[in-house]
C-alpha cells in the first residue's frame, strides 16, 4: 500500500475542519469506495498515489440554522457594544444579575462547541488535528492580545502601540481560544469509539466522559469560588494627570480576610488573576466601577461618590482565569448540540434532544440563582451558565426549526450572511479597526476627517 505525503493530509483535514466549522453538515449516506471495504462514509478521504484527494462527488449541504445563530449573536454583540451606553438596561450587568449583552459571550462559546462536533465529526489522524486545533487556539489568542491588548489605544489621537508590562492579557478572543482548544481535545481524544447511535441512552454513553469532565469542572469552579479564602490586598493608581509634571502613585488598602465571597472586592476570581496575571496585565475600567457603590450615575459609569469603597478603582478581569473555567464548560454544552446533529437525523427527536436538557438547564439555574448563587457574568457562576447555555439551546432549536426544517431563509439572510462572516464584523466593529480606518482619512487636522464630515464627532 502506498502511503499518501503527511503534509498532504494534512492540507487536506484542515481544508475539511474549516468547512465543518463553518456549518457544513454531511448529508446522511455512504458511498462505496474501492479498497475501503465499501464502508466509508462522505467524509473519507481516498488519497490516490498521485497524493491528490480523490473526493466522491456527493452534495454537501450547510448547515443555515448555525450561520443564522452566530449572525444573530454578532448582531446583538454589534447592538450592546454600540448602544448599551446609552440604554444601561441591555448593557453589561455591573455585577449580580443579567442583560441582554450578558448573553453574548456565552452564546458565541456555545457555538464553538457545537461547530466543533461537526468539525471533528470523523477525524483520520489526532496527532495532525491536535496540531491545527493548538496552532489555531495560538493564532487566536494572539489575535486577542493585539486587539484587546490595548495596542490601538487611541483611536481618536491615531495613536497605537503598547507598554507590554501593561499589556491585558486576557479578553474576548483569549478567553474562546482556551475555551475551543480545551473542547477541541475533548472530541478528538476523549469519545466512544462506537459511532453507532441508536438511542438518547447511548448517545450519552458515547460522550458521558466529556459531559463528566464539563461537570468536573463546575464543582472544581464552585469549590475554588467558594472555598479559597480572600487575604487582605493593596494596589495601585496613577494621581495627577499625565500631561502634568506633577504625577505620582497611591496606594490603596481593600480589606477583605473572608472565605467564599462573591462581591466585587474580595472574590476568588480576581484574587488568582492578581496573583497570576498581575493587576498591571488586567482590564482598567472594571464593570463594577458602574455600581451604586462606585458611580453615582449608576448604572453607567460616573463620578465617585465621596463615600466609595476603596476597591472601586481597582483593576478587575472580567475574561480571567478561574472564570474561564465555566467559559470551557459552555462550549462542552455547545458539543452535545452538535453530537445530535452528527448521531440524529429526525427533526423532531433532535429538536427533541435539544429542548429538553436546555429547559433542565434553565430550571437548574434559577434555583441556584434563587439559592444564594446569583447570575453573575464577571464571576461566571454555575447558574449563569445553566442560564445562559438553557437559553442558547433553546434560541438555536427554535432558529433549527423555522430556517433547516420550514426553509424561511429570506426572512434570516442579513442573520445568516454575518453570521458566515462573523470574525470579520468582530474585528472592524468590535475591535475598533473600522473607527481607526475611517478616521485616518483627514483634512490638514485630524479632526477633519470623515465622521466629522457626515455630521458625527470623533
Known amino acids: 500500500m502506498v502511503l499518501p505525503n503527511e503534509n498532504v493530509v494534512e492540507d487536506l483535514m484542515d481544508k475539511k475542519l474549516v468547512e465543518m466549522e463553518e456549518g457544513y453538515s454531511d448529508k446522511d449516506q455512504s458511498v462505496k469506495q474501492s479498497g475501503y471495504n465499501n464502508v466509508h462514509k462522505t467524509t473519507d478521504l481516498n488519497i490516490n498515489n498521485a497524493g491528490r484527494e480523490k473526493v466522491p462527488s456527493l452534495e454537501k449541504r450547510r448547515l443555515a440554522s448555525l450561520d443564522v445563530f452566530r449572525g444573530l449573536t454578532v448582531a446583538l454583540m454589534v447592538l450592546v457594544d454600540d ?94 481560544a482556551i475555551a475551543y482548544l480545551v473542547s477541541a481535545l475533548c472530541e478528538i481524544w476523549i469519545k466512544g469509539k462506537d459511532d453507532v447511535v441508536k438511542s438518547e441512552f447511548s448517545l450519552f454513553k458515547r460522550y458521558r466522559v466529556q459531559l463528566g469532565i464539563a461537570v468536573l469542572l463546575t464543582v472544581a469552579h464552585t469549590a475554588l469560588l467558594y472555598g479559597l479564602r480572600v487575604p487582605d490586598w493593596e494596589y495601585q493608581i496613577q494621581t495627577g494627570s499625565t500631561s502634568s509634571a506633577v504625577t505620582g502613585k497611591t496606594f490603596l488598602s481593600v480589606n477583605c480576610g473572608v472565605r467564599g465571597n ?37 448604572p453607567n459609569y460616573g463620578p465617585l461618590p465621596t463615600d466609595a469603597p476603596s476597591w472601586c478603582q481597582a483593576p478587575f478581569e472580567p475574561e480571567g482565569l478561574l472564570s474561564s473555567i465555566m467559559a470551557i464548560v459552555s462550549c462542552i454544552l455547545g458539543l452535545h448540540y452538535g453530537h445530535v446533529i452528527v448521531h440524529i437525523k429526525d427533526h423532531k427527536k433532535r429538536i427533541m434532544q435539544w429542548t429538553i436538557p436546555a429547559l433542565v438547564l434553565l430550571v437548574l439555574g434559577f434555583i441556584m440563582h434563587f439559592s444564594g448563587m446569583h447570575f453573575n457574568k464577571v464571576l461566571y457562576s454555575s447558574s449563569y451558565t445553566c442560564l445562559t447555555a438553557g437559553t442558547a439551546g433553546i434560541l438555536f432549536a427554535g ?60
Open 399 to 458: 432558529i433549527y426549526v423555522l430556517v433547516d426544517v420550514y426553509g424561511y431563509r429570506r426572512l434570516t439572510f442579513v442573520l445568516e450572511w454575518m453570521g458566515k462572516h462573523s470574525m470579520m464584523i468582530y474585528i472592524l466593529a468590535a475591535c475598533n479597526l473600522l473607527p481607526i480606518f475611517l478616521q485616518g482619512f483627514y483634512w490638514k487636522n485630524p479632526e477633519n476627517n470623515i465622521f466629522r464630515l457626515i455630521g458625527i464627532k470623533s
Open 83 to 176: 448602544v448599551g451606553g446609552i440604554v444601561p438596561t441591555i448593557n453589561h450587568s455591573p455585577w449580580d444579575g443579567v442583560t441582554l449583552a450578558d448573553f453574548v459571550m456565552p452564546m458565541f462559546l456555545f457555538i464553538v462547541g457545537l461547530s466543533l462536533a461537526l468539525a471533528y465529526k470523523r477525524v483520520p489522524c489526532r496527532i495532525s488535528a491536535t496540531k491545527m486545533a493548538v496552532f489555531r487556539a495560538i493564532k487566536l489568542f494572539v489575535l486577542g492580545l493585539v486587539l484587546q491588548g490595548g495596542y490601538f489605544h487611541g483611536v481618536n489621537d491615531l495613536t497605537f502601540g503598547v507598554d507590554i508590562q501593561h499589556m491585558r492579557l486576557m479578553g474576548t478572543l483569549q478567553r474562546i
Open 262 to 298: 462573591t462581591g466585587p472586592a474580595c472574590n476568588a476570581v480576581g484574587m488568582i488573576d492578581r496573583m497570576i496575571l498581575g493587576t498591571q496585565h488586567m482590564y482598567a475600567r472594571p464593570i463594577y466601577s458602574r455600581t451604586k457603590q462606585c458611580s453615582i450615575k449608576s
